[in-house]
């Protein structure tokens, strides 16, 4: 599935709609930023290659990270 094809979808067990999915990397020289991958727990190095997930639910924005397409599959599909 292409990553656009994710946009707009409802995730029924909380409300949320994914708003934008992107191929993401943070890049600032000597900041490392470590955040959990939302479907495993794994820690990510943001300064590396990831997915960047914006989610909304009434109004709110949350941004999501994880490892690669398979983990976001894997949680689109348990989150509907």
Known sequence: MALSDYAGQTLES???TIVR???HRLWRP???RIEPCAYSG???D???KHLLVVLERDGVRERLYFQ???S???WVEQKS
């Open 46 to 48: 943001l300064s590396e």
């Open 68 to 70: 690669d397409e398979a």
């Open 72 to 74: 976001l599959s894997a």
């Open 30 to 32: 000597g900041d490392e």
């Open 14 to 16: 909380g409300g949320e």
């Open 42 to 44: 794994e820690h990510i």
């Open 21 to 23: 999915v992107a191929p």
